[in-house]
């Protein structure tokens, strides 16, 4: 089978450190400085590398950072595939106040684009789909990208049978949820506790609201199997006739950040590998636990998914 293939539109390059404070007025002198490949997609294919997946991240990059972006993957073992795009490739700040552990993350926007670059991207990732693989785009729209870019790329990819896991906000989640397309619809969409309580209008207190949800989207033709995360309750999962919980063993966190994209990588690699869906639960909720055991922006480490798996429990709900 060919290679998974992610796709991140709106990449960055990520820079994190740390501050003994975090207070106005000052200059902050950072320490402690990592730079890193950044946003979802190109996450998810760092993520399925450490694994021993096959991947390939295709990405939107401009300008010195996309040229950073590109050598930081390459250097790392993962497959690129550089869509180019105007302007320069975004970059991403998270800073650790040293005094009590809190994390501050800020995030610039990506260049806008035009509507030939949104049809070129398009056009770019039809041909560089797996036909009858596994693909996944992850992460936030550019500016200029319109809100229901996902529903055309499910349209565009019809024909290929290529599995489609989405994991994204904004506009473009609203949309695939106000406006399902059941004869194309994604075979998995992913996203976070903020993002469904924005969704629901409410906040979700419970695993079975959550999974309430999560089965309606389902029956309603957002997603053939449509996955929320609870944050340290771990996640639900449901699909036609499924409605699983899957919750993590205790660990020690020491940044959230790199759990989401942890996840969807282990969980789209166990899928790609033939595993049954819940089975894919496991594997990412040992993925995401795995990554919240790791400093700053770093993701999964293959070595602590392995430990945390038997941990993981999956049930019916």
């Known amino acids: 089978m060919q290679p998974i293939l992610t796709v991140t539109l709106n990449p960055a390059l990520d820079l994190a450190g740390s501050v003994p404070h975090v207070i106005p007025g000052p200059k902050l002198r950072v320490t402690d400085l990592t730079i890193e490949p950044g946003g979802g ?86 041909e560089a ?8 785009l992850s992460g936030s729209q550019p500016p200029g990208v319109p809100a229901d870019f996902p529903q055309r790329l499910t349209r565009a990819l019809a024909g290929q049978r290529t599995r489609l896991v989405i994991d994204t906000s904004g506009d473009a989640l609203a949309a695939l949820y106000t406006s399902p397309q059941a004869e194309s619809r994604p075979a998995v969409l992913r996203m976070d506790r903020a993002e469904s309580e924005a969704l629901a209008g409410r906040a ?28 340290a309750e771990g996640s639900v999962m449901a699909a036609e006739g499924m409605r699983l919980l899957a919750t993590p063993p205790h660990v020690t966190v020491e940044s959230a950040v790199g759990a989401g994209d942890s996840f969807t990588g ?21 993925a995401a636990a795995a990554a919240v055991t790791t400093p700053a922006s770093d993701l999964c480490h293959a070595a602590d998914v392995v430990q945390l798996l038997a941990g993981c429990r999956v049930v019916a709900a």
């Open 41 to 126: 997609g190109i996450n998810v294919a760092r993520v399925i590398h450490r694994l021993g997946g096959p991947v390939t991240a295709l990405a939107g990059l401009g300008g010195p950072a996309g040229d950073r972006i590109t050598r930081l993957l390459e250097a790392e073992g993962v497959r690129v595939r550089r869509l180019d795009v105007p302007g320069d490739t975004r970059e991403s700040l998270a800073i650790t106040d040293s005094s009590d552990g809190q994390q501050f993350r800020f995030v610039l926007p990506g260049p806008e684009w035009e509507d030939t670059t949104v049809q070129s991207a398009l056009d770019a990732i039809v």
């Open 129 to 136: 789909a797996p036909a009858g693989g596994w693909m996944v």
């Open 204 to 231: 979700l207190n419970s695993a079975e609201e959550s999974l309430t949800l999560a089965s309606a989207m389902v029956d309603r033709g957002v997603a053939s199997l449509v996955v929320l995360a609870r944050g």
């Open 266 to 286: 282990a969980f789209t690699l166990a899928l790609f590998r033939g595993e049954a869906p819940a089975e894919a639960l496991r594997h990412g909720t040992a």
